[in-house]
Structure formats: structure tokens, C-alpha cells
């Protein structure tokens, strides 16, 4: 991991921290792909008993985050992202470290995602970082312009 992964600091959200992440995210993501949240849904999750958000500060503000349900023993990333400036720096493996690590302090034993299967850059981190796929939803995902793109699930056993 690079260095400049370890110059964040780590905490976990509360339900206001939604704004800020949803700010992020608008940012962070290609509204082509129509993959962000918006801060009244990303409080809705961190509001119920099973909700949970991994926050990664730097000194220019919130550079990483992980929003999180859980039910039970299993455990669902729901949205993540890295700051555009921020990306190829090890930031994304940190995250997901830090996700793993507060689900396991969670009795999580099971963590679920989804990804476009378009994304490669993603699809790399999650493999890199013990995914595995265990699934796939055909035409789940519908672009800005129509296009329809697979929807990967992937899991990993904690």
C-alpha cells in the first residue's frame, strides 16, 4: 500500500456524516453511470440499527468513504468511493482494510457488494482485496443514455 494511505485518519460516521459523503460522491462518480446516492438516502441506511459508514480524512477534508448494512452475520457495501485527486494511491485497499476490519468488529463472517461490470478498475481492487464472484444480474444497470450493463455480485468470507 502506498504511504499516502496511512496520512488518513479512520473513523466511523453518524447519520449526519451523509452530506459529506453524498457531496463526495456526486463528485467522485461519472454521472454517466447514474452510481451515486444522495445524502437523504445515504441517511436512511446509516439510520437503521444496521447501518454504518467508514469515513477517511485528509487534511483537504473527506477523501474516502464506505457506506454499509448489516443483517444479522452478513454484511452489505453498499457505496464507496475514493476522492478523484486522491485515486492510485492506495486509498481504495485502505478502505476496504478499513471496512473489512470494523465488519469483523461487527461479528460480520460475510461481506457482499455489487459492482457495473464495466468497471474494471473496481472489479481489480475487490479481486485484489479477496473478493470473489458469486453472481450476476443482466441489465441491471441502465446509463444516462440507456445503455444496459451486468451488474456483478461479489462476496468475500471474513
Known amino acids: 500500500m502506498a504511504p499516502e494511505a496511512y496520512d488518513l485518519v479512520w473513523s466511523l ?7 459529506e459523503a453524498a457531496l ?3 463528485a467522485a462518480f461519472d454521472p454517466h453511470y447514474r452510481e451515486t446516492w444522495t445524502a437523504a438516502q445515504m441517511a436512511a441506511i446509516l439510520a437503521e440499527d444496521g447501518g454504518w ?9 473527506l477523501s ?10 452478513e454484511a452489505e ?8 485527486d486522491m485515486r492510485q494511491r492506495g486509498i481504495g485497499r485502505a478502505l476496504i482494510g478499513q471496512i473489512i476490519e470494523t ?3 461487527r ?9 457495473r461490470s464495466s468497471n474494471l478498475a473496481a472489479r481489480a481492487l475487490y479481486k485484489a482485496t479477496g473478493f470473489r464472484e458469486a453472481g450476476r444480474r443482466p441489465g441491471y444497470y441502465r446509463t444516462s443514455t440507456g445503455e444496459s450493463i451486468d451488474a456483478l455480485t461479489l ?3 471474513l
Open 107 to 115: 461479528n460480520v463472517r460475510r461481506l457482499f457488494l455489487e459492482v
Open 53 to 61: 459508514i467508514v469515513l477517511g480524512h485528509d487534511k483537504a477534508g
Open 24 to 26: 463526495m460522491a456526486d
Open 64 to 73: 474516502a468513504f464506505g457506506l454499509c448494512r448489516q443483517v444479522l452475520d
Open 155 to 157: 462476496d468475500r468470507i
Open 13 to 19: 460516521g453518524r447519520p449526519n456524516s451523509a452530506a
Open 77 to 84: 457495501l453498499l457505496l464507496c468511493a475514493t476522492r478523484r
Open 103 to 105: 465488519a469483523r468488529n
